[in-house]
């Protein structure tokens, strides 16, 4: 069974610090995608970065990056220079693609809060 | 800009009566996605549909039910509401998944209220 794992229910962190969510994952699976969505409170969910398990190298989309480990089937998020628009809930996803869809998994999310 | 809508944002129910939920898309995805968000918990895939092929997760109570006339819109019909049904209903698309590298887009959700 695919199952995605965040031990952080809640975290914080001052504003223009870095803070790191876990996330572990368990597949059989050589071929998959790996995601972190944030969804602040009372707004959509947002893709915040994408990783594909063939690459090894990690995934940046600006202030946010991704430390990948296949071997350990984990996959945190570090986000750097915090801002007070970071408050949301972060789910790490998971997704192996079949021939009709792309089934996320998702993880039970860590809820971030950023203070001044 | 090119995006998810859902209507209404906020539904309100009575008990067994029954509710539709709509979702449109101006992606031109393939594929679109019904999922349940409670509260603080992750959404949970409902069903979803490529194309016109609809597929139900085997958990999905008999309860509820979809439509999608056309590519652009697809419908959540809740036949029954049961007080346990309160969440957020959440849209989601993606393109073929040959091609979309696994994202799918969200809308910002229908929160039902069953009185």
């Known amino acids: 069974a695919q199952t995605v794992t965040q031990s952080q229910p809640e975290m914080s962190v001052q504003e223009a610090e870095t803070v790191t969510l876990s996330c572990t994952y368990d597949t059989s699976e050589n071929n998959y995608y790996l995601f972190w969505y944030k969804q602040p409170p009372s707004r959509q969910m947002i893709l915040v970065i994408r990783q594909e398990a063939y690459k090894q190298q990690n995934a940046t989309e600006n202030r946010f990056s991704v430390n990948f480990q296949k071997a350990a089937k984990s996959f945190s998020l570090k986000i750097s220079d915090s801002q007070l628009g970071d408050t949301a809930m972060y789910f790490c996803?998971?997704?192996?693609?079949?021939?009709?869809?792309?089934?996320?998994?998702f993880g039970t999310g860590t809820r971030l809060q950023v203070f001044p | 800009d090119a995006m998810v809508i859902q209507n209404p944002r906020y539904q309100v129910t009575q008990f067994g009566k029954p509710v539709t939920l709509s979702c449109s898309q101006t992606?031109?995805?393939?594929?679109m996605y019904w999922y349940q968000q409670k509260s603080s918990q992750a959404p949970k895939l409902l069903f979803h549909y490529y194309d016109k092929d609809f597929n139900n997760e085997a958990d999905t109570p008999d309860n509820f039910q979809s439509r999608r006339p056309n590519t652009s819109f697809c419908f959540l019909d809740i036949r029954s509401p049961g007080l346990g049904d309160a969440a957020m209903y959440l849209c989601?698309?993606?393109?073929?998944?040959?091609?979309?590298?696994?994202?799918?887009?969200f809308g910002p959700g229908t929160r039902l209220t069953v009185l």
């Open positions: 992606l031109n995805h393939n594929v």
């Open positions: 989601a698309t993606s393109r073929d998944p040959a091609e979309s590298g696994g994202e799918q887009f």
């Open positions: 996803a998971f997704i192996f693609p079949s021939y009709n869809t792309d089934k996320l998994i």
